[in-house]
């Protein structure tokens, strides 16, 4: 029979045939493979996939029971029977778990019952071989990846044992012990399965020394040349030190590392501005402008070269959700950025190239209440939003919102880091404040709705109160509860300006310009729905809200009479994703979380000093609100939290600036408020009575505290 067609009833590990995978099986040929490569691999022998069937398995008993006659000794020393599928060991999936291993077979008829059990565990006819090989006494074994398959880090050697062979931590019983270790053996952490080793080095902990970790390493670096990538290896040491090698298959779902300088992302101070979900819509009409808005203003101070802005945007929206460059905004952790434009704080972090803009920081004031001005006319100018209104100025309006945010985004953002001292909303307004939209705003809410007037009128009354809600693409913005507490004491008067449209009365610039801000987003909002009602009314669009799926031009261009994407209705408006992460940087679509530096982060924002029982952000799905006398702790600072304030006892937040809407306002009530703390969710429980400091960032838990409401600290 020629050399092409012959059938092997059984393959030595070492015969180059044991190396094709559609003959021995991808677990059989890697072992093969490494073998002769010089790799740690114990003798054996495959029974190949054409002879595993039922009906040709033992078709040549004789040559069969010889080759496990000789591995075997006789049938005195106990096998291994493991699956060696042409479907497992791949490097899109591993399959791992999905067949059958025996172990310690003795004896013939074991064996043969063994090859039957194995055989039985294939997925399809023609896929499994069955790999033979001497049962091995080991010491310590267990699992090697040659790169860090959670973090994506290929510098890193990971590796999980346990005394005596590894099938119980493969399995799953136990977790064994936890080393990673550089690319050169060098231990850089352990983790013992009942938590973090301590006290001894390093290299005592666990079952492996650091004279075995090295041999596995470097075990870890051959695989890795032989095979073309990181391996995830099955090894076991036996009682006289030497290291084996027991399977190797490429390690699958290895997490993307991002790019080389990919910048550091996160809500941090633009999850304020838009705390939820964004539709394609609404990314189009407001985060694009901000970004423009932050792009020009970093521009125009010097801070980044408008070539860099060009290159990567300062704003961006990830899974739907607002994101911002935090370095450039100078608002990440680490080294300080050249720029603190959204987080300024303390003061001597202020613009640094502030000389650059002469007398842009005298000339701001004035530049703020002239822009508010003129927005104001231009909003009393436009069509009312009815029936009235022409498809084109319809289209018109639109346009106008998106360019009037792109100013007074970049005006805002220049006045928060040039404008300094008492009042001016800026890097130095960090005490207190002479007054805040967020505040205004919730006093005209309270005023409002004492007067008995419905929700839904209530921001063509009072326009302030729009400061303390999200903008949303809908019939009616969402306002605070209902029973919300005013703001008692030094604002109503001022609130009267605002409430009413007026000017600055009672506002500094940024705050000024960020009422107007909000203004033109409801206004963006109102047009945007207007025209999904009218599509929806002329046929074009099945329902309304499917406007918020719609890009902008796709938008425009239904306005002139277009067609509509074929897609519409199967996009996910707005994208149901979880919030992100505090920090992070992207691997292609996938957001790889970035680690904790040192320290918590907390950036103080004032208020004072107060004690009592965490109340968590998580409890507020429901209409439970937090019992007066509680430490609110929030992930991001939403302006719908407005209306909690003045009875809370402490406001912590994980990202978030202590120039917020909601930071200006909680230092107006007198709540003590800590702004950046990493973290702060998992760290205190719902219940833990905590010690927050305002003016030093500390929040510290108590070991026993007062019932909620029973004592503030001054």
């Not at 005596?164 to 080393?179: F, I, K, N, S």
């Not at 209902?482 to 604002?491: D, F, R, S």
């Not at 960020?514 to 599509?535: C, F, H, I, K, N």
């Not at 209306?643 to 912590?652: D, I, M």
Request: glycine fraction near 14%; aromatic fraction near 4%.
């Amino acid at each position: 029979m020629p050399q092409s067609t012959r059938v092997f009833w059984t393959i030595d590990l070492d015969d180059p045939l044991a190396t094709v995978p559609d003959r021995a099986g991808a677990k059989a040929a890697n072992l093969a493979r490494a073998a002769r490569h010089g790799l740690p691999v114990l003798p054996g022998f495959v029974i190949p996939v054409q002879c595993v069937s039922s009906d040709e398995r033992y078709a040549n008993t004789a040559e069969l029971r010889a080759a496990w006659a000789r591995l075997s000794h006789g049938g005195e020393r106990p096998v291994v029977v493991r699956s060696s599928s042409t479907l497992e060991d791949g490097a899109a999936s591993s399959m791992a778990g999905r067949f059958v291993s025996v172990l310690d077979v003795l004896g013939w008829p074991a064996f043969r019952a063994a090859v039957d059990e194995v055989a039985a565990s294939a997925t399809g006819p023609g896929t499994m071989a069955v790999l033979v090989q001497p049962q091995l006494d080991a010491a310590a074994g267990g699992v090697m990846f040659g790169a860090d398959p959670v973090d994506g880090r290929t510098d890193r050697v990971i590796v999980s044992a346990v005394p005596g062979g590894p099938q119980a931590l493969v399995g799953g019983e136990v977790d064994g012990t936890r080393y990673s270790l550089t690319r050169r053996g060098r231990i850089v952490g352990v983790e013992r399965d009942d938590g973090p080793a301590g006290g001894r080095e390093a290299g005592e902990q666990g079952p492996l020394t650091p004279l075995r970790l090295r041999a596995l390493a470097r075990l870890a670096a051959r695989a890795a040349a032989v095979f073309g990538g990181p391996q995830d290896v099955e090894f076991a040491f036996d009682h006289e030190g030497r290291l084996w090698m027991l399977q190797s298959r490429p390690v699958t779902a290895l997490a993307p590392l991002p790019p080389r300088r990919a910048p550091l992302l996160g809500p941090g101070p633009v999850a304020e501005t838009l705390p939820d979900p964004l539709s394609p819509l609404e990314e189009d009409l407001w985060l694009v402008p901000l970004d423009r808005g932050l792009g020009e203003a970093l521009a125009t101070a010097g801070a980044v070269s408008r070539r860099a802005l060009r290159r990567s945007p300062t704003v961006r929206a990830v899974g739907g959700r607002a994101a911002a460059d935090l370095r450039r905004l100078g608002a990440g952790p680490g080294r300080p950025s050249r720029l603190r434009l959204l987080n300024p704080v303390p003061p001597a972090r202020r613009l640094r190239v502030a000389w650059l803009v002469g007398r842009l920081r005298a000339d701001l004031p004035a530049i703020a209440a002239g822009t508010a001005a003129a927005v104001d006319a231009d909003l009393a100018a436009l069509p009312r939003v009815d029936g009235r209104i022409t498809d084109a100025e319809l289209a018109g309006a639109l346009r106008w919102t998106r360019a009037t945010l792109t100013s007074l985004h970049g005006l805002e953002a220049l006045a928060g880091s040039l404008l300094t001292g008492p009042g001016a909303g800026g890097a130095g307004d960090v005490t207190g404040a002479q007054g805040s939209a967020a505040a205004q705003g919730l006093a005209a809410l309270a005023r409002e709705r004492s007067l008995g007037r419905d929700d839904a009128g209530i921001p063509a009354a009072a326009p302030a109160v729009l400061a303390l809600s999200p903008p949303v693409i809908g019939p009616v913005p969402h306002l605070p509860p209902a029973g919300a507490p005013g703001v008692p004491g030094g604002t109503g008067g001022a609130a009267g300006g605002a409430a009413g449209g007026g000017g600055l009365a009672g506002l500094p610039p940024r705050e000024a310009l960020r009422l107007r801000v909000r203004w033109v987003q409801e206004l963006g909002a109102r047009l945007a729905w207007a025209a999904g009602r009218r599509l929806a009314a002329s046929g074009a669009l099945a329902r309304p809200e499917l406007v918020r799926a719609l890009r902008f031009e796709e938008l425009m261009t239904a306005l002139q009479g277009g067609s509509l994407p074929a897609d519409l209705e199967r996009r996910p408006s707005p994208p149901r994703t979880a919030p992100l992460p505090a920090a992070f940087r992207l691997a292609g679509d996938r957001i790889v979380a970035e680690a904790a530096p040192p320290g918590d982060g907390a950036r103080p924002a004032g208020g004072g000093r107060g004690a009592g029982p965490v109340f968590r952000e998580a409890e507020q799905s429901g209409p439970d609100v937090p019992p007066p006398g509680s430490v609110l702790v929030v992930r991001t600072l939403a302006p719908s939290l407005a209306a909690r304030l003045p009875t809370l006892a402490g406001l912590v937040a994980e990202t978030g600036s202590p120039l917020s809407h909601l930071a200006i306002l909680a230092r107006e009530l007198g709540v003590p408020t800590v702004v950046g703390l990493r973290g702060a969710l998992d760290r205190f429980p719902p219940g833990t009575h905590v010690l927050v400091d305002g003016d030093t960032g500390r929040v510290e838990p108590l070991p026993a505290g007062p019932r909620a409401g029973e004592e503030s600290v001054a």
